[in-house]
Nanobody, 122 residues
Framework: QVQVVESGGGLVQAGGSLRLSCAAS????????MGWYRQAPGKQRELVAT???????NYADSVKGRFTISRDNSKNTVYLEMNSLKPEDTAVYYC????????????????WGQGTQVTVSS
């Protein structure tokens, strides 16, 4: 059994900062990429940032220079530091992890968390 759990969302004023955390736990053998996506009301889920197991990061243009993704492989945890937040960053933020278990050794599956709400007021 694998669980992916996000935390750290909340309400913040425009220009403020938040730090999201996401921990994967359970019968994990290894994790490749981890990432953050977001979904605003009435919109499709979109990529925010991803990071490989080696630490290479990729960002959506809309968050470059404001958000930073990082991970602690020893804790199976990925973080999203969000600065200079804008009202348009308001969304439910979802974390995912591409991982395998001892039962699925040769196959990686993508697991998603339940999401955490981020609301930026103007």
């Amino acid at each position: 059994q694998v669980q992916v759990v996000e935390s750290g969302g909340g309400l913040v004023q425009a220009g403020g900062s938040l730090r999201l955390s996401c921990a994967a736990s359970g019968s994990i053998f290894s994790i490749n990429a981890m990432g953050w996506y977001r979904q605003a009301p009435g919109k499709q889920r979109e990529l925010v940032a991803t990071i490989t197991s080696g630490g290479s990061a990729n960002y959506a243009d809309s968050v470059k220079g404001r958000f930073t993704i990082s991970r602690d492989n020893s804790k199976n945890t990925v973080y999203l530091e969000m600065n200079s937040l804008k009202p348009e960053d308001t969304a439910v933020y979802y974390c995912n992890a591409d991982l395998n278990t001892r039962a699925t050794m040769s196959t990686f599956f993508r697991y998603w968390g339940q999401g955490t709400q981020v609301t930026v007021s103007s």
